[in-house]
């Protein structure tokens, strides 16, 4: 069962319906194209088959369509983000990878799969939840809204939303059809393997799917060159940066000729001997040595729900209803050596090695009707999630250097044992005001409950927090002529703290300093208001958005003022105001021939209200992607030159990054194509791209501080082939 996260499509009839477990409608920001690309004038189709198009849809969002996925084929699917207006990427590697979305990123960006938390709350704040724990050979597509939507997700949707929409058979058939899918894909960055399959059986209304992939991902190199004050002589390798995982997943589901669904979904995922991505620091002239490795990770996931056709009860015209168990555990493990320095022995430092298992389990179920009006839908529900998250913690530190080691052990728990549970209830109206006006408004009541409980170890429990609030959303689309829409939206997202961030108390997982708890924190709360408009031409599509997102009780990690042993102690407070305005451009012309000419551009400024002189950080200045498809018509063939530009960046903390105390501006030129050809039933795609063929030593933004730079010049091939 397939879940949109974004608004109505304002189109007429069933065309207004909101987003529910078993209906949606997507939209599509122009990103830089090539054959399967979603554009301005793409329509989306939900999964009750109707269908509307981005021009329609009210609210900045992005769509990364199924077709885009198989030929781009990405190690990771936020890679795709880099090239696109107000997204990014936090974090290296194969496995390690996390959306940002206009500059927001954490828990401050709400990961669902199909429609559903996917998510815990005991991820650290700036890191979140990994979109690899979905099989990418299993996405349909991919939504994202750029903004709160804390009306229809909760608590977390307060810098934006990212859904993976899985495949699955879907209608009716006479008779017994089999289909599949095998799929490879080698990178010479790391020289990553990945092969995949799905084989699918649909009966009448039965439908079975199972589906898996394998893949071997080793450390990638960076190139030589300069980047800010680092210089690198030769080529580096960028340390951790590998994985082995390997995914499977079973879909049931069974449709009526009335429209009734019920679906099952199992699901398992694995990843072996991933990090979090270093290089070794005399290479750039850095002393303390700091590896954070994830042994393993396993999630273990159940879903299941069910559907209505057309109803007739004077409650509701359809009526959908979604629940899921899923299991996250996870192996941490830190190493970090600060050396004494000059007028010391050789060798001597502290060592400090910790480890950490967490494991964490989610129940949860949303529940939403709609109910059809004269001119309007009514879209109401509730939705619940429980974390219960259990860890162990082990640290050994040793001073070395004077004499025999001297060491200290310790087995005290970082974060205790502690359930979080939130609860909510929303409600919108999609009207239709005028011809050429339409209207959402909506509203949400969530609490939530956070309880520390014993873990045996004899600690003194943090005191628990319950939090309730409301928060509303306002969403307006003006039809001005049949070729420009013009949209508005305001609303207010909200964000309670999770389990690390109230109650996290020993060292940060990059080392370098020491976190004590804050179980008082208050939840941030946001007001976000977007003005924009779209263009739908015949031969040129355009989109701007303009936007400031005000977050109250911003929770920051702030300087206590003194240290614990060599590091220095910060915890968790409540800022008065980080402010992030930006804008963002989008332009899609289709120049004949089969050329397409892409583009966008997108601005962002942060500040941190409460305290100027601390930068909000970690956000790019600009970003600028043009990119020149082409696909001649009745050709078999695609290809397509792209060239991103990310500006100089300043806003970061002097003397907080090797790179220096700002940023430089860095381009990166990539080109790819791609062969489709049948054989009988048989159809295969082969795709081939060269990635920073300039070779250029780069670090995305939120990856300079802790300096970890892209690959070096790399080739990726891809072969598909479906039956």
């Known amino acids: 069962m397939k879940t949109s996260i974004l608004p109505s499509g304002f189109a007429r009839g069933v065309g207004l319906a909101v987003v529910l477990a078993s209906s949606s409608h997507a939209g599509a920001q122009s990103p830089p194209a090539d054959s399967g690309t979603t554009t301005l004038k793409a329509v989306t189709v939900t999964a ?50 996390r959306p940002s979305i206009r500059g927001q990123r954490g828990q401050r960006i709400l990961l669902l799969q199909d429609g559903l938390r996917l ?59 089999v289909s599949g899918r095998v799929g490879y894909r080698y990178g010479d960055a790391g020289a990553s393997n990945r092969g995949d399959g799905m084989l699918a059986w649909q009966s009448g209304g039965l439908a079975l799917q199972l589906g898996g992939s394998l893949r071997d991902a080793g450390s990638y190199r960076a190139p030589k060159g300069s980047y800010g004050d680092i210089t690198l002589g030769d080529a580096a390798r960028v340390e951790d940066s590998g994985v082995k995982d390997a995914s499977v997943n079973l879909h049931a589901s069974w449709r009526s ?46 879903t299941a729900g069910a559907s209505s056709g057309v109803l007739s009860s004077p409650f509701a015209t359809r009526a959908s209803f979604s629940a899921y168990r899923q299991r996250n555990e996870r192996d941490l493990s830190q190493g970090i050596f600060v050396p004494f320095g000059p007028g010391t022995p050789p060798g001597a430092g502290v060592d400090i090695q910790t480890r950490n298992h967490t494991d964490v389990t989610t129940i949860g179920f949303r529940a939403e009707a709609m109910r059809v009006f004269s001119g309007s ?63 959402i408004v909506g509203g949400r009541y969530q609490s939530t409950d956070s309880k520390p409980r014993a873990s045996g170890t004899g600690q003194t429990l943090p005191q628990g927090a319950t939090n309730s609030t409301g928060v509303f959303a306002v969403n307006a689309l003006f039809r001005a002529t049949p070729r420009l829409n013009l949209v508005a939206t305001v609303g207010r997202g909200f964000r309670a703290p999770n389990l690390v961030e109230r109650y996290f108390d020993g060292p940060t997982p990059e080392g370098s300093a020491y976190q004590s708890a804050t179980p008082g924190l208050r939840p941030e709360r946001s007001l976000n208001v977007d003005v924009g408009a779209r263009l739908q031409g015949d031969r040129v599509d355009a989109e701007l958005f303009l936007f400031q997102n005000r977050i109250e009780d911003g929770i920051r990690i702030a300087f206590a003022g003194d240290s614990v042993g060599p590091l220095p102690r910060y915890q968790n407070v409540n800022v008065t105001t980080l402010r992030m305005r930006g804008a963002e451009l989008g332009v899609t012309a289709r120049l004949g021939a089969g050329l397409t000419a892409d583009g966008n551009w997108s601005r962002l400024w942060s500040k941190n209200l409460s305290d100027p002189a601390l930068p909000v950080g970690d956000v790019f200045s600009s970003k600028v992607n043009v990119a020149l498809g082409w696909r001649p018509a009745a050709r078999p063939w695609w290809a397509q030159y792209a060239v991103r530009r990310n500006g100089e960046q300043k806003e970061i903390v002097a003397g907080s990054s090797p790179v220096g105390d700002k940023l430089p501006a860095f381009t990166v030129h990539s080109v790819r194509g791609g062969l489709s050809f049948h054989n009988g ?22 990856n300079a501080g802790f300096f970890r730079p892209e690959p070096a010049r790399n080739l990726v091939v891809s072969l598909t082939t479906w039956f």
């Open 257 to 302: 000729t009335g429209g009734h669904s019920v679906f099952a979904r199992a699901e398992r995922y694995r990843a072996d001997d991933a990090g979090f991505g270093f290089v070794e620091p005399e290479l750039i002239g850095e002393s303390t040595r700091i590896r954070i490795q994830y042994p393993n990770q396993v999630l273990n996931k159940v």
């Open 119 to 177: 998510g815990n709350t005991r991820r650290q704040q700036d890191f979140g939840e990994l979109p690899s724990l979905v099989d990418p050979a299993s996405i349909e597509r991919i939504e994202v809204v750029r903004g709160p939507s804390s009306v229809l997700y909760g608590t977390d949707a307060i810098g934006g939303v990212m859904n993976l929409i899985t495949t699955h058979p879907s209608g009716r058939t006479d008779h017994g059809v």
């Open 681 to 702: 039933q048989r159809r295969q795609e082969l795709g081939v791209q060269v990635n920073n063929i300039g070779n250029a030593l780069y670090a995305e933004v939120a």
């Open 377 to 439: 839908i009514v879209t109401y529900g509730a939705d619940f999630f429980r974390d219960d998250a259990t860890g162990r913690d082990s640290s050994l530190t040793t001073v070395v250097g004077f004499g025999p080691p001297q060491s200290e052990a310790s087995t005290r728990s970082q974060v205790p044992n502690a359930t979080l549970s939130s609860l909510g209830v929303f409600a919108q109206n999609d009207m239709r005001l005028h011809e050429r006006l339409s209207l």
């Open 48 to 97: 009750t088959r109707s269908a509307t198009d981005v021009y329609n849809v009210p609210a900045p969002v992005t769509v990364l369509d199924a077709a885009l996925l198989q030929r781009r084929a990405p190690l990771a699917v936020t890679d795709l983000f880099r090239e696109y207006a107000g997204l990014d990427v936090i974090g290296v590697g194969a496995n390690q990878l």
